[in-house]
């Protein structure tokens, strides 16, 4: 066949966060500087998913510890002791 297999894309999601007033200041100014270089008005929180994009895309380290899950060589993090567990070996 020469259609690839379709990839379907997973569901959005809403998350909802607070900001410092110093951080949506700088998220409002941002938005200024991107309507500045590229014309178009957005709002700061319109920006958010597509900074956090870019930011997981920058993240060399990530993207290859992603591809390394891929390959099948799956970092395996060790469970949180319960804490049961931490109050039996305390003294």
Same mark, same amino acid.
């Given at each position: 066949?020469?259609?690839?297999?379709?990839?379907?894309?997973? +569901?959005? @999601?809403?998350? &909802? @966060?607070?900001?410092? !007033?110093?951080?949506?200041?700088?998220?409002?100014?941002?938005?200024?500087?991107?309507? =500045?270089? =590229?014309? %178009?008005? @957005?709002? !700061?929180?319109?920006?958010?998913?597509?900074?956090? &994009?870019? /930011?997981?895309?920058? %993240?060399?380290? /990530?993207?290859?510890?992603?591809?390394?899950?891929?390959?099948? &060589?799956? =970092? &395996? @993090? $060790?469970? $949180?002791?319960? +804490?049961?567990?931490?109050?039996?070996?305390? +003294?």
């Amino acid at each position: 066949m020469k259609l690839s297999r379709i990839i379907k894309s997973l +569901p959005s @999601v809403q998350v &909802r @966060v607070t900001l410092s !007033g110093e951080l949506n200041a700088a998220l409002e100014n941002y938005a200024r500087y991107y309507e =500045h270089i =590229h014309g %178009d008005s @957005v709002e !700061g929180r319109a920006l958010i998913s597509e900074m956090l &994009r870019a /930011f997981i895309e920058a %993240d060399r380290e /990530f993207q290859s510890w992603t591809r390394a899950r891929s390959n099948g &060589r799956q =970092h &395996r @993090v $060790a469970p $949180a002791p319960s +804490p049961q567990a931490t109050a039996r070996t305390q +003294p």
